[in-house]
């Protein structure tokens, strides 16, 4: 079985190729994307080691995305559910409502640094592309974001948001019409104009330096995380889980970093990928259900896909979720069996949802429900020094159509 090497980023530890375990990862582009890409390694290599940078990236985090995002006991739902203290990290009140803000304002700091004009991205959910517009309008970039048909009917907050910001938003009719396609066109439209224009992928997917530039910005995440646990408790607790949704996997990457070299004996990393409707063949969990190896925009990983090897349609209730693939990460974490994966349907989801919003005053969006799905399972078996913390990576009002739709009405 491989093994995740200590004292190493885990971002860092692939081969000379770009592969995490020899097989994950990788970089899958055309002729054309070798020396922008080539560029935007050699520049973020730099970056990443000069203290300037740093100290800029850590004052917009702090002065402008608000950190540290609070770290809350949710005594109600521990009540509640018995067993285990159930404990939220609230990254949804990071400026703009979720973590995809501490990718997108390193990306648009390092198309600075490359003397960009032009910034392009994708999004699901909308949440990559409002932070992509929000950065982009502080830094002086102009913004084109890509996203499927059907994400901009369901979210229509978000990209309500993103107009307001000032960015274009490229509608995408191909495919399933979600965040694979609008992913797909967003890459092909860099090709033809990374001259002028860098690209910001909304996750740790993609060709490798994608990977390592979005794992590098939500680690912000686990690291005031660990801070603030060794704060409440004196020091890392016996018994720690720390569960998140997994789309393409920032979210959870960033919240599980800093705690990667604990024994997961006592720092459990639990995945929670989407199960999509309850009656349906469909879904959006590669390693709940144990997809095969692909490729799949750059980068080989686990992901849906029929026995010709053609990626498969996906269905969720939530659209940050709904992706075919998953990171290389998590198909590495995966393989080493340092976390494990599980998925929720979307009944589970929203009776999640409701549970929370009613007990507390925390609002999750429908990613996140899926890991409140989770806690709400394994909680009442655990003992009461179990802490379990969940990644409130997205706030509820860009689903507000469809909680309605689904529950009768929006609560928040
Ligand atoms: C709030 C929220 N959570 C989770 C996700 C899933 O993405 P990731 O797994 O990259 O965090 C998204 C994606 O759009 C999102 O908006």
Redesign the pocket.
Known sequence: MPKIKKGKLLIDQHDKNGFWGGKFGGNFIPETLKKPVDDLEILFRKLRKDKNFIKERDYYFKNWVGSPTPFIKLENLSEHLGGAQIWAKVV?EANG????IYNATVHCLIAKKAGKKYIVGD??????GKMLSMAAKKFGLKCKIFMGAKDIKRQKPNCDAMKKNGAQIVPVYTGSQT?VDAVSECMRYWVANCDTTHMCV????GPNIFVKI?GWS?SQISRELSIQIKAKFGKIPKKLKLL???????????FWNEFMHYDKKQVEFIGVEAGGPKNSKKHAAPLTYGSKIGILHGAAQYVNQSKEGQIEETESI????D?PG??PLHCYLKDTKRARYTSATDEEALNAYKLVTSLESISP?L??SHAFAEVIKIAPRLSKDTVCCVNS???SY?DKDIIKSRLGKYIR
């Open positions: 949804s409502g979720a973590h995809k999004t699901g959910a909308g949440y990559a965040l909304g996750s740790t997917v979005c939500t998140n949704c997994v789309g393409g996997g920032s979210s959870s990457f960033g939530s659209a940050g979720l992706y998953v990171s969006s990613e996140p990576c997205g706030d860009k």
